[in-house]
């Protein structure tokens, strides 16, 4: 059911990059027994011991299918009016080791295959957040996240934390500075949301799982290299990145000359007591990226000059451009069983969508229910709604006959893309659950002369492994 076959030769670079990162985290899993782990009698917190390792396996296999609907044309970039299906599957084992009380060492290994419907093309707010968008980049396992995450703490007391694989303690200082740095992904620290993060058992769309709007410095696979800065205080934190940039619109590669190109994240995060008793979050987000994007009022000048028989967003590329935008995410719960959740997002849209995906600005609202009313306390019960929008400038740019990397269809009557999620994911046994889906997408791609779409979605997802090696005192 797990498939991590290698198909490359050995010696391949691919395989000289996991082999080293292995190797790193058995040195660095066995330090603290070859440099000594510190007496259980000197009167110091040992609980960490506890919770040193994390070892889980998990996959997560999506089936998608649409039927036909109507077209009045197609272009290079459009979602297919034609009956299709498409599957993907994610691979990852996630492993971490806490070096030292305060220091951990996290690395993931993953394997990505399959495909999307159309190759993941002619929807903004794309219908499967799993599929990576180049399929050339082949199924080989790949490291994913390899980080040092160091936490310096603030104050004594401490409280309790959900262990996760980017995450190992426990418990954490009430009062903490955290630093991470490697590689990892921009949305695992930046615009999270309980209710709307999580492709493998929330919503399955792109516009609804992240901040549309949200330009996040990524590679095509979604990862990048750099440092986030975390603090932590009672009742709020502050959360800072610097992350590279790719070398070209939803590239693999990335730009090393921090100089020249980069991303920078700045996230406030808030927890007020709206209602008494009851969890409210609120996150402001802005962001600012340096690379060599395009212009697409260049590129539509370009065009009208006679110097181009279409706009070509390439051609318009210059190193230093900026981009940048703001978002608001919110969550509130209101019972134990119910929570909802929204999402709003602006970015300056004269210049070119660089590395998530074409969206200019987007709202979202949602809500999940937990089934405890019919006895499923394990089930989840998700809806949400997401209205996106480009600006005049890029509506144009499409109009005209060109071509982003996701969207072009060789016209454009523009309308607002509109998208209705509902999802339930039911727990079978241990980690295993599976989950129907539905999306019902208005104006895909922006186009009034296409659609509506219609996509319905199973989803298998399984995890398994063990957290740690010592048991609980």
Known sequence: MF????????????????????????????????????????????SWKNDRFWLTLQGNFIRQQKPS???????????????????????????????????????DIESAGGGGLSNALGVAGFTNLDVVRNPTLGENPYVARVMLHYTLPLSKDTVEAARSPIGLASRVPRRRLEFRLGKLSTVDFFDLNSVGSD??????????????????????RGYTYGLVMEYYDKGWALRYGELLMPTVANGITLDWNIVRAGGQNLEYEVRPELIRKRQTVVRTLAYLNRAAM???????????????????????????????????????????????????????????????????????????????????????????FVVNGISRQHG???????????????????????????????????????????????????????????????????????????KKE
């Open 69 to 107: 609907f109507p077209a009045l044309y197609s272009g290079p970039n459009s979602l297919l009016p034609e009956k299709e299906h498409a599957t993907s599957r994610v691979e990852t084992l996630y492993g971490g080791v806490r070096i030292t009380e305060n220091l951990e060492f996290l690395m």
């Open 294 to 384: 395009g212009s697409y009022n260049e590129a539509i000048l370009q065009y009208r000059e006679g110097e181009v028989t279409a706009p070509d967003i390439t051609l318009s590329r210059r190193q230093g451009r900026v981009k940048y935008g703001f978002g608001l995410n919110i969550e509130q719960e209101l019972s134990d069983a119910l929570r909802v959740f929204g999402r709003v997002g602006w970015n300056n849209a004269t210049t070119e969508s660089y590395a998530y995906t074409e969206i200019d600005h987007t709202g979202v609202f949602g809500a999940d229910l937990r089934g405890k009313y019919w006895k499923r306390p394990d089930d989840k019960l998700g809806a949400a």
């Open 396 to 470: 144009e740019y499409l109009a005209l006959g060109g071509s982003g990397f996701l969207l072009g269809d060789g016209g454009l009557t523009y309308g607002k893309e509109q998208i209705f999620e509902a999802y339930y994911t039911a727990h079978l046994w241990r980690g295993i659950s599976v989950a129907g889906d539905f999306q019902h997408i208005r104006n895909p791609g922006y186009n009034q002369d296409r659609g509506p779409a219609m996509v319905s979605s199973i989803r298998i997802h399984f995890e398994d492994g063990f957290t740690s090696f010592h």
């Open 199 to 220: 492709s493998h058992m929330q919503f399955m769309n792109w516009s609804i799982d992240n901040n549309g709007a949200y330009d996040y410095a990524a590679d095509t």
């Open 3 to 46: 498939g991590c076959a290698v198909d490359s030769a050995p010696g391949t670079p691919n395989h000289r990059e996991l082999r080293r990162c292995l190797i790193l985290f058995c040195l660095l899993g066995s330090a603290p027994f070859l440099f000594g782990q510190g007496s259980d009698d000197d009167g110091e917190n040992t």
